[in-house]
């Protein structure tokens, strides 16, 4: 994520989420919430606030050659050569999909010790992002980075799985392609609660929606914004995909209950909020084209 002030960014993830700083270099901040070097970049600037990429793990360094073509098959578009020189990871390719949205697919995520005691998310989850045309973003994300259909509820909303969760990403249906939210997994409701109490109590800081429990998914769910203005979903109780759990993929109803199974439809602000999407610049010079090196 791009954002304005990187300190008081770095703070709001540290304080209201647990999330612990392993590195810091050239205005870029690493954070984590178990052993892996990170979950989440945060990247000072001034200019322009919004998401810079969706960090995606592949297997190996030979799985981003092979996805190359897929890519431009999948209507998606390669961004420069396969690149390494990144903290806490081996190599990455950077690649946008037909709405705009820009992932880096990554493999050689380095380990660090777990963080000590205290209260924090169990790991990074799902994305949500925001489209005009729903269907060439579906087929990319099919196509192009293989994820597995999950759920649909009408022409507005899809789930997708990568691995055993029930979605890793999901595609709404918006006048804008933008993030609509990032989520990150936590162990229950008590800890969301844990959570809201310190938005409030720390920051007088609101809940957008929830706590309740989705229809597709079947995940307990809060939303909130972060110190940028992005939103946050903590997510407890997510379904499992075969063979792990022994979840059904489905159609729903087109209605605002089927996202709220306890109580009201989401609200304007839900339903609004978005996060830009920063257009790719060149990949930076500190790193090494690694393309033809295989
Ligand atoms: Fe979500």
Not at 24 to 53: F, K, W
Not at 105 to 124: H, N, Q, S, W, Y
Not at 201 to 216: A, C, E, F
């Amino acid at each position: 994520m791009r954002v304005r002030d990187l300190d008081a960014a770095v703070e709001f993830q540290t304080e209201i989420l647990g999330l612990v700083e392993t590195e810091r270099v050239g205005g870029v901040s690493y954070l984590t919430c178990n052993e892996r070097h990170h979950e989440l970049m945060l990247i000072e600037d001034r200019e322009q606030v919004g998401y810079d990429h969706i960090g995606l793990e592949v297997d190996d360094a030979a799985t981003l050659e092979t996805a190359r073509p897929r890519i431009k098959a999948a209507g998606g578009r390669v961004i420069g050569d396969i690149f390494d020189g990144e903290p806490g990871i081996d190599r990455a390719l950077l690649v946008q999909g037909p709405s705009g949205h820009v992932f880096k697919l990554f493999c050689g995520m380095e380990t660090v010790p777990a963080p000590g005691p205290g209260d924090r998310p169990i790991k990074f989850e799902h994305v949500s992002l925001k489209a005009l045309k729903t269907k060439p973003v579906e087929r990319f994300l099919q196509d192009g980075l293989g994820f597995r259909f999950s759920d649909r509820m009408g022409p507005f909303a899809s789930w997708w799985h990568c691995d055993a969760d029930h979605h890793g990403m999901a595609v709404v249906l918006a006048p804008k392609a933008e993030l609509s939210h990032y989520a990150w997994t936590v162990e229950d409701l008590n800890q969301m609660g844990r959570i809201a109490d310190k938005l409030k109590q720390g920051r007088d800081q609101k809940l957008i929606w929830g706590p309740s429990r989705h229809g597709p998914g079947n995940n307990q769910f809060s939303y909130f914004l972060d110190h940028d203005g992005a939103m946050i979903e903590l997510c407890a109780d997510l379904a499992q995909m075969p063979p792990d759990g022994d979840y059904v993929a489905r159609e729903w109803p087109n209605s605002p209950t089927t996202i709220n199974q306890w109580g009201a439809p989401p609200p304007l602000k839900f339903i609004r909020a978005g996060f830009p999407i920063v257009q790719p610049r060149p990949v930076a010079a500190h790193t090494t084209a690694m393309a033809g090196s295989r």
